[in-house]
């Protein structure tokens, strides 16, 4: 690339009746020697432009022509500006469009105090561009500058420097003095309040949540200092929750000093709290350490999974964290089983394809399972110290699956050849399934779990007496799951839900579980509760199966119709472009 955005100031209004962020933004570049007159490009989609200046090292801005390139539906639409190459700086005045796909513009209704409107942004994987001009690849990294302005009663967060304790008038400031890829942009406007968790972690939500949330989350700052034992120090200053209304359509994003989490996450006993984990590991593996293309998206995702179950062990112990990795391991075989071949290589070809394709159990769990597998094959002393030594070789840098072979090539396997010899690396990275030899994560609970749940199918034992007693989540996801391919009548779905209460359970995981079975096997009493969960939660991973599952018969393609018509307002753009393809419905 012969020209580098370096540095982003950000001067945005947040202008609630119209759905739009209005201002400017100021890209300040770097020139490689051969750059020579070439024009600066940069990634938009549905911005509106107004007028584009240029400016020297100290010199005063004056306008610059633009024009715009074709548009592409994945991609968006370049934006090319007539900069001199004498330039350093240019501004771009623009607007976002009401349906910028990194953003979500939530009614009051939409919010849990259901007083205020709301906004938050999802910029990962290619959505950043929607809502600022710039090069929007994980490879070009830069610090950033904002200044945002919001309606008086509401505060504005972003993936920066935030002051818990700053004014509330309706002009917030950020700083971020470390460069981030543009995925990492993210910006939040509502009616929040904060709860310190320790010095340095906490939690921002809405005013009816916000306690649930500061006890639910209350071991965060355990975890942090749990991964930086095994990782090295937590660089970004502070670490903060964020706890976003249901629509949002992940279950988290590690935007860096701000998390951003899905209140379904709240389930009153912790127990859905390794997503918490997870996105604080990204602090090292991808925010500190990033892909460099989304082909290399594994080298996020996956170490992220591996290093999620670690700090997993540490807080809640040995037995919670390998049932975690059994029931990734469980996913990752069903994944397998429904995957074309190509999708199943950790360096994916993603060519002529959306990034957001390239998120399936793959990256996430054959990353872990390959970082477990190292481990298990080294020794976890050693591999620790190796892991280590990666974050800080790389920390601030965008790398590439070549080079995470490389380094590990030269700092594991050289020093080690007896047990390198053991690892089919090419096989790993570069081939379909999982290789011979893989780690094979078991757990005693898991099991003991999947076979109550068998022999009660089997009839050798009657519901009542199948002993449940303490057990956690996790159990129930694994007895859950056994009958996703050992059918159940509508007659055993109903002793179970007397038994167990599944549809009325608080807990989102297990009710999303139930209502899977319960589409599957037509268990009709839980299908106007599953109508209220499609209508109130938006995250694309419960999402996705429900619907697909409704649509395999004629009727229930019906009731998915119908429920999608009440539920689509309220989703966010990426959720309805992932639904309306199941469905084939759309607005366009
Ligand atoms: N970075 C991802 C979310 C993401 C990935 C958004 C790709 C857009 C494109 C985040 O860290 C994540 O993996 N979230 C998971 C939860 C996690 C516990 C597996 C999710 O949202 O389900
Ligand atoms: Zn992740």
Redesign the pocket.
């Known amino acids: 690339m012969e020209v580098r955005v370096r540095h982003v100031d950000l001067d945005l209004e947040a202008d609630f009746a119209r759905k739009i962020l209005r201002g400017f933004a100021t890209l300040h570049l770097e020139r490689s020697r051969d750059a020579g007159q070439a024009p600066l490009v940069l990634d938009t989609r549905d911005l509106e432009i107004a007028k584009t200046e240029a400016a020297g090292s100290d010199g005063a801005f004056h306008a610059v022509r633009y024009s715009l390139g074709r548009t592409d539906k994945i991609l968006g639409t370049e934006l090319i500006i007539e900069a001199s190459a004498a330039a350093s700086r240019v501004r771009i005045w623009y607007q976002t469009s009401p349906s910028a796909s990194g953003l979500q513009w939530l009614s009051p209704a939409q919010t849990a105090a259901k007083r205020h409107p709301f906004l938050f942004s999802q910029s ?2 290619i959505h950043a561009r929607s809502w600022i001009p710039l090069q929007d690849t994980p490879g070009v990294r830069f610090t950033y500058n904002a200044r945002i302005r919001t309606p008086k009663a509401l505060i504005a967060l972003m993936s920066a420097e935030n002051d818990p304790k700053t004014e509330r008038d309706g002009e917030y400031t950020f700083r971020m003095p470390q460069p981030i890829p543009s995925y990492l942009m993210a910006i939040a406007v509502g009616d929040l309040m904060f709860r310190a968790l320790s010095n340095r972690t906490g939690v921002y939500a809405e005013p009816p949540i916000i306690e649930a949330a500061a006890k639910e989350f209350s071991d965060t700052e355990k975890m942090v200092q749990a991964a930086e034992s095994l990782y090295g120090p937590y660089r970004w200053g502070r670490y903060d929750l964020l706890v976003l209304p249901p629509s949002f359509p ?5 935007n860096p000093r701000l998390t951003f989490v899905t209140p379904t996450v709240l389930a009153g006993d912790k127990s859905l709290v390794s ?1 918490v984990a ?2 604080l590991a ?1 602090s090292w593996s991808g925010n500190l350490v990033t892909n460099a293309t989304w082909s290399d998206f594994w080298l996020n ?1 996956g170490v ?1 999974t591996y290093i999620e179950r670690r700090i997993e062990e540490v807080l809640y112990g040995e037995r919670r964290a390998s049932m975690e990795a059994a029931l990734g391991r469980q996913s990752l075989e069903k994944e397998i089983e429904r995957l074309d071949d190509r999708f199943e290589i950790l360096h994916v070809d993603l060519t002529g394809m959306d990034p ?1 394709e390239g ?1 399936t159990d793959i990256p ?1 769990e054959k990353g872990a399972l390959f970082l477990r597998t190292l481990e298990e094959t080294f020794g976890r002393k050693v591999f620790d110290v190796f892991l280590r030594g990666y974050f800080d070789h790389f920390a601030f840098q965008s790398i590439t699956t070549a080079q995470f072979i490389g380094y590990l090539k030269k700092n594991l396997f050289v020093s080690h050849p007896e047990q390198a010899r053991r690892i089919p690396l090419e096989e790993w990275i570069y081939k379909a399934g999982v290789p011979a030899g893989a780690a094979n994560p078991v757990s005693d609970a898991f099991e003991k779990a999947e076979q109550r749940a068998a022999r009660w199918h089997n009839e050798q034992v009657p519901i009542a007496k199948t002993d449940t007693a303490g057990w956690t989540t996790q159990e129930w996801l694994a007895f859950l799951r056994y009958f996703e391919d050992h059918r159940l009548t509508p007659e055993q779905m109903a002793r179970l839900d007397r038994q167990f209460q599944f549809t009325q359970t608080g807990n989102s995981e297990i009710e999303f579980e139930w209502l899977l079975l319960s589409v599957r096997y037509g268990y009709t009493p839980a299908y106007s509760r599953l109508e209220e969960f499609l209508t109130t939660v938006g995250r694309r ?1 419960f999402l996705r199966p429900l619907y697909e599952e409704l649509v395999k018969t004629p009727e229930g393609a019906i009731r998915a119709r119908s429920i999608y018509a009440k539920a689509r307002p309220g989703y966010h753009p990426i959720a309805q472009a992932t639904v309306d393809e199941i469905l084939k419905v759309g607005s366009n």
């Open positions: 990962q994987a992940f279950g988290g994003m590690e997503l997870h996105e990204h995702e992220t957001d998120v996430y991973k």
